[in-house]
C-alpha cells in the first residue's frame, strides 16, 4: 500500500508540473508562437449515437460522459462552446474542413498523430468483437475470410485497413446500423467498444449478440484536435487538470460510469463476510479435534487389546496422522484461495491505473525535455519539483523506470497469486502429445534459456503413447519446471537437460527437467509444493509456481517427485498415466 501511494503521488507530482511548468515555457519560445484562437466560441464536435460517452436526447440534445465534461472545462477555463453531434464521418471531414474545432472523444493512436494533436486522456474504450449468440469466432485471427461490419472513419475501421486488408469491411455510419445488420442475421461479426454496444443493444432490444469474454484492445480516449492548434490542446488540457484536482471530474465520472464499476465492500460487510468463513471453519476445526480424540481413545483400547499386533497398530497410527495432516492441509488450503483471490483483485486495480498512466508520463517527459533543455541552456538551472532540473532530468527517466519495474512486479506476483486461487475441476479429456507440449514449452523459453546456459539438451522419446489432458495447462508446468532450472544455475557453463521417456512398468510417460545448479537441501524437498516456499525470496521469488503446477498435475492424474544434491542440481520428475489407463 506505501508503495502504490508513493507511485500515485509521484504520478500526480509530474503531471502537474508538465502540464502547467512546460506550457509556459512554450510560450516563452518567440520563434514557435501557437495559433491564436479567432472566435469566442469553441465549435465541439462529437458522434450522435455513441452512449454512455456522446448522444443525443430524447429532445436531440448533446448530453452523456464527455459532453458534461466538455462544458465543465468550457466553465472553469472561461470560454463558450457549441456541441455539434452528427455521424463519425461527418464530423472527421468537418475537423478537417475547419467547420468544428475539436473533437470531444478520439481514440490514440500513433497513425492519427500525423493529422491530429491530442489531449491527455480522459478514459479509456475497450474495442471487442461482437458475434451473433453461439458463433465460432473467438480471436482476431478468427476473422480471417469474414465479412466484418465497421463504423466508417473509426479506430476499428483504420485498424483492419492497416493490420487485415484481405478482411471484407462492410461499413456503416453508426455503431447502432453495425449492431442491426449483425443481429439481422448480415455478415459474420461487428468491431464495437464494448460499453457503448451495450447500451445500443439494450436500447434497440437485440437480444441475439454479444461480445466476446476478452476485449480486443484497450485505446486511450480524449480531445483532439488538428495538427498545430496548441492553444486548443492546452485549453482543454489545463482545464482537465483543473477538474481532476477539484473532484469535479470524479462527479462527473461518478453520474455516467462509476455506476458500471463493482461497488465497494464497507467495513461493516467484510466483517460479515469474514464471520461467514471463519465460524464454519472454527465448527469444522472443533469437529475434527472431537473426531480425532474419539479415534485415539479408540486406537488406544484397540492397541490394548491387541499389544501383539504391533505392526497393524503402527500402520494404523500411521493412517490416522495422514488422514489428519490432509485435513488440515486442504483447510488452509481453502483458506488460503479466499485470501489470495481477495488481495489479488485488491491490487490489480490500483495497479491497473499505475500501469495506464506511466507510459503517458515517460511519453510527456520525452517531449518536454527538449523545451526544458532549451530553457536550461538559455536560463541557466531552475528548480524542478524542489530539486535543481540539472539534477532532476537524469533522475525522473530512472524514476520512471522503477515505477514501470515496480509495477510489472506487482503484475507478476498478482497472476501467481490468481493462479494458485484458481480452482481448475473441469474434465481433462483431450488426447495430448507430450512430445509436442515440450517442444512448445521449450521454444517458448528459447531466448531465456540461451541467455542462462550454452549447454541445454533436449532428449524426446521416439514414440509415446497419448495422455488425456489439457495441452496449455501441461505447457504451463514444463515452462515453470524449466524457469526454476534456469535461474538455479550461476554460471553459463552449467547444462540443463530435458528429456521424455515411456515407463512400461507403470504404463505413464515420464518427463524429466535435470539442472547442474546450486540444488535443494534434502530437509527442504518434502516442502517445495507448500504454497509460498521459495529458496529464492531475494530474488523476487513468490514460492507459487511449484504450488500451481503440483495442482495442475494432480488434476491430470500425475505426481511430481524431486530428487537433488546441494551443489550438484536437481532433478524434477513429472509422470503422468497413458490415455488406457485413465480409461480403465
Request: aromatic share 8%.
Amino acid at each position: 500500500m506505501i508503495l502504490i501511494t508513493r507511485l500515485t503521488s509521484t504520478t500526480f507530482l509530474l503531471l502537474t508540473l508538465l502540464w502547467i511548468v512546460v506550457p509556459a515555457f512554450c510560450f516563452a519560445q518567440p520563434q514557435s508562437t501557437p495559433p491564436v484562437l479567432t472566435s469566442p466560441v469553441v465549435i465541439v464536435g462529437g458522434d450522435l449515437a455513441y452512449p454512455p460517452y456522446e448522444f443525443a436526447d430524447e429532445d436531440g440534445l448533446p448530453t452523456g460522459f464527455i459532453v458534461d465534461l466538455t462544458y465543465a472545462i468550457a466553465e472553469v477555463m472561461g470560454f463558450q462552446v457549441e456541441i455539434h453531434l452528427g455521424d463519425w464521418h461527418d464530423m472527421r471531414r468537418a475537423l478537417k474542413a475547419g467547420e468544428v474545432d475539436i473533437l470531444q472523444g478520439v481514440a490514440y493512436i500513433e497513425e492519427r498523430l500525423e493529422e491530429l494533436d491530442f489531449t491527455p486522456p480522459h478514459s479509456t474504450i475497450y474495442q471487442s468483437i461482437w458475434t451473433r449468440t453461439g458463433a465460432p469466432i473467438k480471436t482476431l485471427q478468427d476473422l480471417r475470410g469474414k465479412e466484418v461490419i465497421v463504423m466508417r472513419d473509426s479506430v476499428m475501421h483504420e485498424f483492419m485497413m492497416a493490420q487485415m486488408p484481405e478482411v471484407t469491411l462492410i461499413i456503416t455510419n453508426s455503431l447502432g446500423d453495425a449492431l442491426q445488420l449483425l443481429a439481422a442475421g448480415k455478415h459474420h461479426c461487428a468491431l464495437v467498444s464494448k460499453l457503448p454496444g451495450e447500451y445500443l443493444k439494450r436500447e434497440a432490444r437485440l437480444t441475439n449478440i454479444q461480445p466476446i469474454a476478452k476485449s480486443l484492445v484497450e485505446q486511450p480516449y480524449g480531445y483532439a484536435v488538428r495538427k498545430g492548434n496548441h492553444a486548443l490542446v492546452e485549453r482543454f488540457s489545463n482545464g482537465l487538470v483543473i477538474l481532476k484536482e477539484s473532484g469535479r471530474y470524479q462527479q462527473i465520472y461518478n453520474k455516467w460510469l462509476g455506476v458500471l464499476e463493482p461497488p465497494r465492500l464497507s467495513w461493516r460487510r467484510v466483517f460479515e463476510y469474514s464471520a461467514l468463513v471463519v465460524v464454519p471453519l472454527l465448527m469444522i476445526l472443533a469437529g475434527t479435534v472431537l473426531w480425532s480424540r474419539t479415534l485415539k481413545i479408540k486406537v488406544d483400547e484397540r492397541t490394548a487389546q491387541l499389544s501383539q499386533e504391533v505392526k497393524e497398530r503402527k500402520r494404523a497410527v500411521e493412517e490416522l496422522q495422514l488422514r489428519q495432516k490432509q485435513l488440515l492441509q486442504a483447510d488452509k488450503m481453502t483458506s488460503l484461495g479466499i485470501l489470495v483471490s481477495g488481495v489479488a483483485h485488491e491490487i490489480n486495480n490500483p495497479n491497473g491505473l499505475i500501469t495506464l498512466n506511466l507510459p503517458l508520463i515517460s511519453r510527456a517527459w520525452s517531449d518536454a525535455l527538449p523545451i526544458l533543455e532549451q530553457h536550461y541552456d538559455k536560463h541557466g538551472d531552475f528548480k524542478l519539483g524542489w530539486l535543481n532540473y540539472s539534477r532532476m532530468r537524469d533522475e525522473i527517466p530512472e524514476l520512471l523506470s522503477e515505477m514501470q519495474d515496480c509495477s510489472r512486479s506487482i503484475k507478476s506476483i498478482v497472476e501467481d497469486l490468481k493462479d494458485f486461487a484458481r480452482r481448475d475441476d473441469e474434465p481433462v479429456t483431450e488426447s495430448v502429445d507430450v512430445n509436442a507440449v515440450v517442444e512448445t514449452a521449450s521454444r517458448l523459453l528459447d531466448n531465456q534459456i540461451k541467455k542462462m546456459t550454452r549447454h541445454f539438451h533436449l532428449q524426446l522419446a521416439s514414440t509415446l503413447p497419448m495422455v488425456y489432458g489439457r495441452a496449455q495447462r501441461l505447457e504451463q508446468v514444463v515452462i515453470n519446471l524449466l524457469l526454476n532450472a534456469c535461474q538455479a544455475l550461476d554460471r553459463p557453463e552449467q547444462g540443463i537437460w530435458l528429456s521424455t521417456r515411456y515407463n512400461a512398468q507403470e504404463h505413464s510417460v515420464v518427463i524429466e527437467v535435470r539442472d547442474e545448479g546450486c540444488g535443494v537441501e534434502e530437509s527442504q524437498l518434502p516442502f517445495m509444493i507448500d504454497p509460498f516456499f521459495t529458496t529464492k525470496r531475494e530474488q523476487g521469488g513468490t514460492g507459487l509456481g511449484l504450488s500451481v503446477s503440483a495442482g495442475i498435475v494432480e488434476n491430470h492424474g500425475g505426481r511430481l517427485e524431486f530428487e537433488s544434491t546441494v551443489g550438484e542440481g536437481l532433478c524434477v520428475t513429472l509422470s503422468l498415466p497413458e490415455e488406457g489407463v485413465i480409461n480403465e
